[in-house]
C-alpha cells in the first residue's frame, strides 16, 4: 500500500484557518486521497476525498498537488469541535479497503 | 435513520471466555468493516467483507472470527480472550471501492483480564 506522511500534531486558533499537510510520495495514477477525522471517544468520520482536483464540501476543502505528491486539508475557520485526530488515507483502485495511518492531532485554542 | 449500530459498548471479558461483537447496518451496503484501534494508535483492520457470504481477512485477524449470512450484519467471534485483545472495535459500512466513504458505528470498548 502506498504510504502517507503526516505531522504528528499542529495547533491552531479558533475562528481561524487550518492548513493539515500530507505527503504521498508514492502514489499513483489511480489512487484516491481520502481524509477522515476522530473526534474524542468517537469512531471515525469521512471528511472528503478527491483524485486530481481540489474538492470542496459543507466540511472542508482538499488541495492537490499537480503532481499528486502531496495534498492539503484546509478547514476555512476551525472550531472547538474540529480538535481531533485527522487520518490522510490513499485509497488505490481495487484495494476494497482503507489503511490507517497515526494522523494528525489538531487542537484547536479557544 | 441508524447508520452502523454496535453492541455491547463496554464489555469486560477474563481471559478464555468467548463473545460476539454485534454490528449492523441499514444501508444497504455490501461492504463492512472491522477495526480495532489501541490506545494512542490507528485503527488496524481485522477482516472485511465485500458481500453476503464472502469474507477477508485484514492486517490483523488472528484470534477471530467473522461471518456474513445478511447484508446487514457482520458479527465479530472472539473464541479466547486473551489480554493483547483489550481494545476498542470499530465497525464501518461502505457501498465500496475508492470513490465511497466508510461509515464508522460508536464503537465497543472490550477489556480483557
Redesign the interface.
Known sequence: DAKTTQPNSMESNEEEPVHLPCNHSTISGTDYIHWYRQLPSQGPEYVIHGLTSNVNNRMASLAIAEDRKSSTLILHRATLRDAAVYYCILYFQGAQKLVFGQGTRLTINP | NAGVTQTPKFRILKIGQSMTLQCTQDMNHN?M?W?RQDPG?????IY?S?GAGIT?K??VPNGYNVSRSTTEDFPLRLELAAPSQTSVY?C?SSY????Y???????TRLTVT
Open positions: 461492504y468493516y477495526y494508535m490507528g485503527l488496524k483492520l472485511y465485500v477477508d485484514g492486517e470499530f464501518a465500496g471501492g475508492q470513490l466513504e466508510q461509515y464508522f458505528g460508536p464503537g
